[in-house]
């Protein structure tokens, strides 16, 4: 009876330990289905799991960006849910995604994704290049602005961030972020308001929207406007002194002249960049924030606000001829050629009044009077705004009373041996050519 007993004992321990490892066990492979349904998924299939992004994931799959999205990378997507779509939709007068084409679709969805993972923490307040194509090569910019959550453009809020997948991270917001323009991007910008009042004002702001164009804006701050002393009644010839006509970044700067869309008797009126130590523009504003993308230009930010120049101006704006403006100044003509015109400057550089202090065996303009620089300096305007397509072989007076020789043909010769080595550079009175010497007036 002892020996059944026994067995009845261990039977049941048995049996209390088979039920226990089985209860193990089926642990044990629930733990490992919960860890295999925690595992991130790509951002495509995390976004068509959740129903508030079904209209994304609907577009997605229409611009063919879905399995993009799906595969190994390393993306951050700022979602815009159902509601943020509805809204769009209204805003376009359309019912819904097929009303949409897939090539309107694609570069208004690759606006809302990153090439590199960045989750909330990581975000810092400034512009970010997004995925949406732009001219040159380039992709259109997002700002980010952190001080109070997370905001984007100015009107896109994050309502929810991180949301982690195998290929990235998503961040929910509650609008649909268009590509901008240039004028979008300023519109955005809290530090521009100034600057997209008076372009409103001056009836420019259609141009710089024009989605066709392809600008450069060098865009001053509401700091910079609010060093001007006084502001002029026409702001228009101003604004468009800081607008290229074509789109030049940063790294296609070169240091030299180019022609803005502000106009002087018809002719494109310049600035002068210099690269020496970053960028400057006609020796006074300094490029603060460069290569901010928009889908019809790019914005640079600039310190302070150009004003175009005088013929006098445009040797301040250039050091290649301090020389010719100290002697503008000592021979008393800075006034009558800021005030007056229009002229055309044939003007020569530091290193052709060099020339002449050899040969006069002096040592510079200090050697020299007035009354000897007067009739030299006049020697070198003629009256008229004459660009080099206008000038013809012939004889013309000067502010000196006596003519100037001068040749076309491949170049323009002035008396036989000045050379103009860089013609038509447009000022606000007047146009400026520069010669390699110093012109002389017959007997001098």
């Known amino acids: 009876m002892k020996s059944k007993s026994n067995f009845k004992t261990i039977f049941t321990l048995m049996a209390v330990i088979a039920i226990g490892m089985f209860t193990l066990t089926s642990c044990n492979k629930d733990d490992d289905n919960d860890n295999m349904n925690n595992t991130p998924k790509s951002i495509t ?42 809204d769009l939709f209204k805003k376009l007068k359309v019912t819904g995604i097929d009303q949409l084409s897939k090539e309107a679709l694609k570069p208004i969805l690759l606006y809302h994704v990153l090439g590199a993972k960045a989750i909330s923490t990581g975000l810092t307040s400034g512009y970010v290049s997004t995925l949406s194509p732009a001219v040159g090569g380039r992709f259109v910019s997002l700002k980010v602005d952190v001080m109070n959550n997370v905001k984007l453009n100015s009107s896109a809020t994050v309502s929810k961030a991180d949301i982690m997948a195998s290929n990235g991270v998503i961040h929910v917001i509650d609008q649909v972020l268009l590509p901008p323009t240039v004028a979008d991007l300023a519109t955005a910008n809290s530090s521009f308001t100034t600057l997209v009042s008076a372009l409103t004002s001056s009836g420019l702001a259609a141009a710089i929207s024009d989605p066709k164009a392809t600008l450069t804006v060098f865009a001053p701050t509401n700091a910079a406007f609010a060093k001007l002393t006084s502001v002029p009644s026409d702001l228009k010839p101003i604004l468009l002194y800081h607008v290229l006509g074509s789109t030049v970044y940063s790294n296609q700067v070169t240091t030299g002249y180019a022609k803005t869309l502000s106009t002087f008797m018809s002719k494109p009126m310049d600035i002068y960049l210099n ?43 250039n050091n290649s001829f301090t020389t010719l403006v100290s002697a503008v100044v000592k021979a008393g003509l800075a006034g009558t050629l800021n005030e007056g015109g229009p002229f055309t400057v044939f003007a020569p550089t530091n290193e052709a009044f060099q020339k002449l202090f050899t040969s006069l065996k002096v040592t510079g303009i200090a050697d020299l009077t007035e009354e000897q620089l007067t009739p030299i300096l006049l020697y070198h305007v ?63």
């Open 45 to 86: 299939a995390t976004a068509s799991a959740d129903p508030q992004f079904s209209i994304l994931v609907q577009a997605l799959t229409k611009a063919e960006l879905a399995s993009t999205l799906d595969q190994s990378g390393t993306f951050t997507v700022f979602a815009p849910t159902n509601t943020a779509f509805d």
């Open 275 to 317: 690269t020496t130590s970053g960028v400057k523009i006609n020796n006074s504003a300094t490029v603060a924030l460069a290569d901010v993308v928009g889908t019809n230009g790019v914005i640079h930010v600039i310190d302070n606000v150009l004003i175009p120049p005088t013929v006098v101006g445009i040797a301040l704006n």
């Open 382 to 444: 003629v009256n008229g705004n004459n660009v080099s397509s206008g000038l013809t072989t012939g004889n013309i007076p000067t502010l000196h009373g006596t003519n100037l020789a001068v040749s076309v043909g491949k170049g323009v010769l002035l008396n036989g041996k000045t050379n103009v080595t860089l013609a038509d550079i447009q000022g606000s009175n007047g146009v400026v050519h520069v010669v390699d010497e110093v012109l002389l007036p017959s007997g001098k």
